[in-house]
């Protein structure tokens, strides 16, 4: 069963939790802080796998989740990191961020990885908070939580050459003659639900791949038909091989035929137009093909055309050629993807705003923001020093002067996710 597209909650696991101890052995009155820290929590890593032709695997994945960071222990025991998920993937994954739209990574090399959720850091024991003026502190902090997030994998075909062309105008017979593949072949339309790839080899030990892209219809580029399935795995390829049913066999004018394609690639992304392409002319054994060969010469006399019969094996070698000509001369093929992957991938940017944000609903003031959370989140309420060192972190952020000036008064309301705390400026 093939599977081009997928839908994926990823949670990465959390950070290991600081461990509050001291050193507590006969005869020594004074132990000083001894507690370990945490480890880091499994980062939730995707990778190609050069056997993978499917996301079939990740049908069955609607939610993955890492293991957490073991917890550091007392007599200075640091907790061990936990091992990452590896969720193997096809050679041509693009993976999206579903909450911002923005595209993580676009994996089109065997053993290329990313990591899509970063787990939590392992976190500090009451040894690490030690220092001059506070000698035995206790406090330690709780793992930093995994991050989490709904991402979208499309598998988008990598082939060097891209049969496109309307429903039954003999693309899967085309592939099945020149290659060991073997698609589903039948006299209706759409035969070919998805993507079928065939290797053509030629030459000394040379080969490339060719892919039988499901039938194309008008209305394609706003999704109508198979529509977005064909023209996102069209972007993929170095060459467009136009097919043409020139016999006319159900009555179709390939000369529209023609137009019709262009026009749905055109709508889709201009990129597909300028992509090297030919036209490959087939059933040129059906009577009157000759003719309407000749009248598709008048009407496009720029293009290469080269007549076939693929039920017949007429014409193939020469196309072979042809074909293998042009994969040969051309360079990697440039990924549309690649071009999203820079404008939307920011590593850094600067903004000059608080990062937290501040409302007030019903006399209590909300407090909101990564940042703020977090660190609720890794903060040990059941210790003094902790609590301490939380309100210190806020007024550090600033959020005690921004409630000052936004009217909030002592003894108000401040709720942090679903807890209530009281203002004391």
Same mark, same amino acid.
């Given at each position: ?12 696991? $959390? ?7 001291? /050193? ?87 053993? !290329? ?10 976190? /500090? ?149 300028? $992509? ?22 008048? $009407? ?17 070698? !020469? ?14 093929? !440039? ?56 309100? /210190? ?6 959020? !005690? ?25």
């Amino acid at each position: 069963m093939f599977a081009d597209e997928v839908k994926i909650y990823v949670e990465a696991g $959390k950070g290991g939790d600081g461990c509050t101890s001291f /050193r507590r052995e006969k005869f020594i009155e004074m132990g000083g802080p001894n507690g370990g820290n945490g480890g880091r929590g499994a980062n939730i890593i995707f990778a190609t796998e050069a056997g993978l032709k499917t996301l079939i695997d990740l049908k069955m994945m609607k939610h993955v989740k890492g293991h957490k960071g073991v917890n550091g222990q007392g007599s200075n025991k640091n907790g061990s990191n936990a091992e990452d998920v590896i969720i193997k993937v096809p050679m041509g994954t693009t993976i999206t961020n579903l909450d911002t739209n923005e595209v993580i990574a676009d994996l089109t090399k065997e053993g !290329e990885s990313v990591v899509v959720a970063r787990g939590g850091r392992g976190v /500090r024991g009451n040894r690490a908070f030690a220092n001059h003026e506070n000698p035995a502190p206790r406090m330690s902090e709780l793992g930093e939580p995994g991050e989490s997030l709904m991402v979208k994998c499309e598998l988008k075909v990598l082939a060097d050459v891209g049969l496109v062309g309307m429903p039954s105008v003999g693309k899967s017979t085309l592939i099945s003659m020149i290659s060991n593949c073997k698609p589903k072949i039948g006299a209706y339309h759409f035969t070919t639900l998805n993507p079928n790839l065939g290797v053509i080899n030629y030459g000394d030990s040379k080969s490339f791949v060719m892919a039988d892209l499901p039938g194309l219809i008008e209305g394609a580029s706003e999704g109508i038909g198979l529509g977005h399935k064909f023209l996102r795995h069209a972007m993929r390829t170095k060459v467009i091989a136009h097919v043409l049913d020139m016999g006319s066999v159900e009555g179709r004018d390939p000369i529209e035929d023609f137009a019709a394609i262009t026009l749905e690639l055109a709508k889709y992304d201009q990129k597909l137009i300028d $992509k090297p392409h030919i036209i490959i002319a087939n059933k040129m054994d059906v009577e009157g093909a000759k003719e309407n060969l000749d009248k598709f010469k008048k $009407k496009y006399p720029e293009e290469m055309i080269y007549p076939i019969s693929a039920i017949n094996s007429e014409g193939l070698d !020469e196309l072979i050629e042809k074909l293998a000509d042009m994969v040969d001369s051309l360079e990697t093929v !440039e990924l549309y993807d690649k071009e999203i992957l820079k404008e939307s991938h920011i590593l850094f940017k600067y903004k000059n705003e608080l990062p937290f944000t501040i409302k007030r609903e019903n006399d209590v003031w909300i407090l909101s923001g990564k940042d703020v959370e977090t660190l609720f989140y890794m903060t040990r309420f059941d210790e003094d020093e902790s609590v301490e060192r939380f309100g /210190r972190k806020l007024r550090g952020m600033g959020v !005690e002067e921004e409630l000052e000036r936004m009217g909030a008064k002592r003894g108000d309301e401040v709720k942090i996710l679903d807890y209530i705390f009281i203002f004391k400026n």
